[in-house]
């Protein structure tokens, strides 16, 4: 299978229009804000129409001019509040900005749905460990 590198700018119209046709969407993860669940180059996710969203989603935006995946920490009416999972400052956006969710994650060709239990555990304890994660990020792979 070929593949196709653009940035996601030039990526984001063909990603609306897909998503608009009952679809989904295969996407390579690029940069590591969302370590150590998504890694750079080697993630890949499966985006799906943004419905339904609850917190702990990792959702495709648009933030500042630019395209960002990352987590759904909180939802206060219509304000929507994102966090890389190795970042500490958070995104406001609207409803309206918010582009596509993940439904699938694969990992060197391991795939874990985003509503499977164990993977939500994880999530909500690497939450609980926020006051070790720069230590922690800096012993876990790249």
């Known amino acids: 299978m070929k593949t196709v590198s653009l940035n996601s700018e030039d990526l984001l119209p063909l990603i609306e229009e897909t998503l608009k046709l009952d679809s989904s969407f295969n996407l390579k993860v690029k940069g590591n804000s969302m370590r150590p669940f ?15 969203l609850r917190k702990n989603d990792i959702c495709l935006f648009k933030y500042q001019d630019k395209v960002v995946l990352h987590r759904l920490r909180k939802i ?3 304000k929507f509040y994102f966090v890389g999972d190795a970042q500490k400052h958070y995104e406001i956006v609207s409803k309206e900005n918010i ?3 993940v439904e699938v994650i694969n990992n060197k060709n391991k795939e874990v749905l985003t509503k499977n239990k164990c993977y939500l555990f994880k999530v909500k304890l690497w ?3 926020k006051p070790f994660r720069r230590i922690l990020l800096k012993v876990l792979p790249r």
């Open 38 to 52: 998504l890694r750079n180059d080697l993630s890949k996710v499966l985006l799906v129409k943004p419905e339904d």
């Open 76 to 78: 206060d009416e219509d």
């Open 99 to 101: 582009i596509a969710k």
């Open 127 to 129: 939450y609980f460990l």
